[in-house]
């Protein structure tokens, strides 16, 4: 089912009495990344995805966003969907919004999972190379950075084996709506840190992490997960930095058997 809900874009499949998990994407892509995770959910849990705003078929809106912003859409799709101690699945910069509402409000989540993503804001290194984005953006267009910037999310083996879909991919992101890049590259740059707050993360935690990730590299994620009291860490063979996409067999795994982990007193 497909609805708009403060003019964000939510999906939805799967029976709603099933156990809930919402899916935030990472930028610059949107709620179809998650396509293949989906389709091997949706028998046993009840899966929610949305367009992040300004990207997908989310409207750009202002164009002015923060990160916590952003965590306030999650939160009012939680609320108005009267979605139940739901899983949180966040990637890369779904990542980002995922572990700030875990800090925020974790009592609203029964479990996390954590995708090729990091706790750290940006540094000043970081911050000039969003600012240079930016720019690019406001005298180029968005297509040129858009796919430079896709293609780093993604390892040697897919590039090599799927270039058809890569080409689809790449071709589909690249008409992205520039005002909502620009607005989601700002918002990564004010981030706030969450490397403190991990530590006193209580829900159990899946972190994934894909074996050619050069933007979130696994010794990082590995490191991340080690300082969650209750959290697995899992490497996906083969894959960058979209590990649903990549491999999405040995993703989809991934989560199931942690999903089928869970405890009734944890949901």
């Not at 300004?54 to 965590?71: A, C, D, I, K, R």
């Not at 979209?242 to 007193?265: D, R, Y």
Request: net charge negative.
């Amino acid at each position: 089912m497909k609805l708009s809900l403060n003019n964000i874009m939510i999906f939805t499949n799967g029976d709603k009495n099933n156990l809930p998990i919402i899916f935030v994407h990472g930028f610059p892509y949107d709620h179809t990344m998650w396509d293949e995770t989906i389709s091997a959910l949706q028998e046993k849990y009840y899966c929610v995805t949305y367009d992040i705003r300004g990207l997908g078929q989310s409207p750009e809106g202002s164009g002015q966003y923060t990160m916590e912003s952003f965590v306030d859409d999650l939160e009012t799709i939680i609320e108005e969907l009267d979605l139940r101690k739901p899983v949180l699945c966040g990637l890369s910069m779904g990542g980002y919004i995922a572990l700030r509402a875990v800090e925020r409000m974790e009592e609203k989540f029964s479990a996390a999972i954590f995708c090729d993503t990091r706790p750290e804001a940006d540094g000043n290194a970081a911050k000039l190379k969003r600012a240079g984005g930016v720019k690019h953006i406001n005298d180029h267009g968005a297509e040129g950075f858009i796919r430079e910037f896709v293609k780093n999310c993604f390892g040697s083996k897919y590039l090599s084996e799927k270039k058809d879909a890569y080409k689809n991919l790449e071709d589909y992101f690249a008409k992205s709506n520039p005002a909502g890049v620009i607005g989601c590259l700002i918002a990564m740059t004010g981030r706030t840190d969450t490397s403190e707050a991990i530590s006193k993360f209580k829900l159990p935690a899946l972190l994934i992490c894909g074996q050619e990730d050069k933007l979130t590299p696994p010794e990082a994620m590995k490191s991340v997960a080690a300082k969650i009291s209750n959290a697995k860490f899992v490497i996906i063979s083969g894959a960058g930095h979209m590990t649903p996409i990549e491999n999405p067999e040995e993703f989809n795994k991934a989560v199931l058997s942690f999903l089928s982990g869970l405890s009734h007193k944890t949901i």
